[in-house]
């Protein structure tokens, strides 16, 4: 497929109308002067135009989340080949459902979303099939039952990272001879129903299933932030139930519950309780490093240039998989000083 935007006086006109509205969530991403190394189309594939990609990112709830806005912005700019608008969803579903519609009004020629939930995408991805826009899940997915209606996804196995969770707490069990030990799990959920939330539970799990001894005995929402995961530790340690290992879905949680912990005099990592993270951002490395965090594991943000090589796949007509993996790690206090001097987020 190979739609190309025109910058007719009613698009800038659109354009202007965004850029004039202080408090929408819509943006354009202008041009910068750093070079990247992604795959991009070239001058003359582009015949003087650029493609059109509109993006609506779920939010900036944490570290990874704004890492990530800012690899895409960084791949997917105007001298790359790329025009990019931009719409910050902030939690919202319905947000998210206006903003690609007024992508498919402005006709551009290819359609990038972070789904907030898994569910609820039906009508609004019909509406950009039929006006034939390839549509791209960045980071997170969507129902299977839609897969039809999606043209690629680029980010993370999510189901991967949990099984890795399960994988290393198996490890770390072996290697203090309590394979056979009673372990009580509390575990702090991201986002219910967001795939994030869903890959990561249904990973760990199928390694808990092998292990009659494990026990999940707490579960709570944080909804990946720091202050609602702080509350959901305190409601946990108020609840009285013994806990030896906290599964915290993101890094941000993870602060949030070290906070609640470190206040309530309970200690973490090394000398008490277990804690296993996701995502890998510095902060979170660096507490890995001091042996507060026992492992990260990781869920790489920087996608845009992968992102970008996918969409010009795509513009050129050709066959694209239906989903791109980024290379995830799994760090521990072995592993960790390798990469945390230049950790980017």
């Known amino acids: 497929m190979k739609r190309r935007i025109r910058r007719s006086l009613c698009f800038l006109a659109l354009l202007c109308l965004l850029l004039c509205s202080a408090c929408a969530p819509f943006c354009v991403t202008l041009p910068s002067d ?5 795959e991009y189309l070239s001058p003359e594939e582009l015949r003087g135009d650029l493609v059109s990609v509109g993006f609506s990112q779920l939010g900036s709830e944490s570290l990874w989340r704004r890492a990530n806005t800012e690899s895409v912005e960084q791949a997917l700019r105007e001298e790359n080949g790329y025009f990019l608008l931009f719409h910050n969803a902030r939690q919202k579903q319905e947000n998210q459902i206006k903003a690609i519609r007024s992508f498919i009004s402005q006709n551009v020629d ?3 979303f972070s789904p907030i939930t898994e569910e609820g995408w039906t009508t609004v991805l019909e509406e950009a099939r039929k006006a034939e ?4 899940l960045l980071d997170r997915s969507i129902d299977r039952r839609d897969e039809a209606l999606y043209t690629s996804f680029v980010g993370e196995d999510m189901e991967q990272e949990g099984r890795n969770a399960g ?3 198996e490890s770390y069990t072996r290697g203090r001879g309590m394979e056979e030990q009673e ?3 509390a575990v702090l959920r991201g986002t219910r129903g967001s795939s994030a939330q869903r890959g990561r539970s249904m990973g760990f799990d199928r390694i808990l299933e092998k292990h009659p001894n494990w026990h999940i005995v707490q579960q709570a929402d944080g909804d990946f932030t720091t202050a ?5 530790m305190q409601d946990i340690l108020r609840s009285g139930v013994p806990f030896d290992v906290l599964l915290s879905q993101n890094d941000d949680m993870t602060f949030g519950a070290l906070e609640a912990l470190s206040e309530a005099g309970i200690p973490t990592g090394e000398d008490g309780i277990a804690v296993i993270s996701f995502d890998a951002c510095k902060q979170a490395l660096k507490l890995v490093e001091q042996g507060v965090i026992n492992v990260d594991i990781e869920c790489n943000p920087e996608s845009g240039e992968l992102l970008a090589s ?4 795509i513009m050129r007509g050709e066959e694209v998989e239906k989903a791109y993996y980024m290379e995830d790690r799994v760090f521990t206090k072995d592993n960790v000083r390798e990469v945390i001097g230049n950790r980017g987020y």
């Open 228 to 232: 609602k995961a702080k509350e959901a």
């Open 133 to 136: 826009i390839p549509v791209i």
């Open 310 to 313: 996918v969409i010009a796949r």
């Open 34 to 38: 750093t070079a990247d190394t992604g």
């Open 183 to 185: 372990l009580r799990i």
């Open 167 to 169: 994988l290393w707490l």
């Open 110 to 112: 290819c359609i990038v």
